[in-house]
Each structure stands twice: as structure tokens, then as C-alpha cells.
């Protein structure tokens, strides 16, 4: 974002700002106050932090986290922080919400995460869309897993790296009960199905869910070294981009070596489009 600033008199100020890269409408978002703020260099990019609870925080602890985190998502998805940088603006309550180059984080999420920290997503899951939902962003909601099952599946990646295989298993458990649950209620849809959703519960359980299951699946079945060159490859390649489903199948494809219509067919598309 490039910016510029002036003085209108009366102690009031001008601000512009410009997006130099394009960005999806709806991740625009700006935050104005006076906040107190700590500001950390990593190799990857800068990180502000700003507390907007109007109450004390020990920001440097409660962010704590976050540079080993940015470290692990970059290598994975071959790109640095996007812009260079990334804020995470501390607020009140349990907000979470990414937008294009800040997320809310809810103090009271973050308290809650304290006890349990093998537990905790907020801030991984947040920061994760700076690549996966962001700088790459579905061109239609009905392609929306790639942002938020990616999301998720990262998240518990980053478990899986910083406290082990048996909290990488905890994760996959979860989302097979949730997967399990949609089954029961015969709302099993395809990740890529555009038919309407009685609820928001039932989208998240489909396409945050059951989008990170597919990952935890696709990458049990192709090599490991080829899901990660391939998630890689994607990420770089639609940079700034839109994508659909099958720009991640090709480029997954191209990884692996190997024709995966049967697994996308199976999770993402459908008997019908298989
Ligand atoms: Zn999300």
C-alpha cells in the first residue's frame, strides 16, 4: 500500500491510500486509532502488532508464536510475507478475521488458548490467509475450501511441526468427526458443490473441514516431498491470482506426476463432474 498524507488544518489530516497489487473486495479493511504497538523483524517480513483493547497487553508475549510461524508457512509456500509485512491488531472478545494486510485477533480467544496451547488456532489460522485466501483467493465462493480448507489444513500442519505427530493426529480426528457428523445429517456435498448450504455451520463443516480432510487425504497419497512442491508451485504461480479447483488439481498433478482425477473427483467435484 502506498501512501500519502496532509495536513487539512484544524488538527485534521488527510490520508491516502492506494492498492499497488489487486486484492479481493472483500478483504478491504482499515483500522484507525492510537495503539500502543511492538514491531518485530523476522527474515520474511516485518511484524506490527497493536493492541486495540484499550486495556494492558504484553503483546510481544501473547504474539509470541508468530514468527516461527511465518518462518514455516513462507517455506511452504515458497513466498515470503506478501508486501513485506503483516499486522495482527489485538482486540476485544473472540473475534478472528483476516483481511488483506492485518488480522483481528480476540484477546478473549487468545486467553482462552492459554491452558491449551496444542489447542490454540486463532493466530496461525489467520496468518495462514496472507497466502492461502489472500494473495491467492478463489475467483467464486463455491471454490471458497482453497482459502479456507487450506487454512485449516495449514494450522494443523503447523502443529504437527511445532509440537508433533500425535497433535497433527488430534487435528485430523476433529475434522473427521465433524466430516462424520455431515455424513449422519446427509449433508456430505462435494468441496466445489455451488448449491446453497442451510447454514453457515454446515458451509464451514464442508468447505473449512472437509477441505482440510482432502489435504490431510492428498497428501497421504501422493509423496510427501511432491505435496509440498505442489502446494508450493500453486501458491507462487497464482500470486496476486485468482484460482479455481482445478488450477490446484493441475499444478498437484504436475508435482506428483500422477493423474489424480479419482481423488478430486471423489472430494472435490462430485460423482457428477468426476
Ligand atoms: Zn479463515
Redesign the pocket.
Known sequence: MKWAERELGGGLTLHRWRSVDPVSPYLFAFAAGRFPRKTIETPQGTLHYRNATGAPADLASLFAETPAMVAFFADRAGMDLPRGGYTQLLVPGRE???TMSFSLIGRGELDRETDEPEAAWVIA??L??QWW?NRVTTETWRDFWL??GV??FMTAAWKQERFGNTTYAKEIEILRGRRAQLIERGWDKPLAWSGDYPSLGYRRAVQ?SKGALFLVELRAAIDEKAFWSGLRAYTRSFAGKTVVSRDFQKAMETASGSDLSAIFGEWVYGPAEA
Open positions: 478472528a478475521q483476516e489460522h489467520e495462514a490467509h485466501g482459502n479456507e487454512a485449516v473449512y
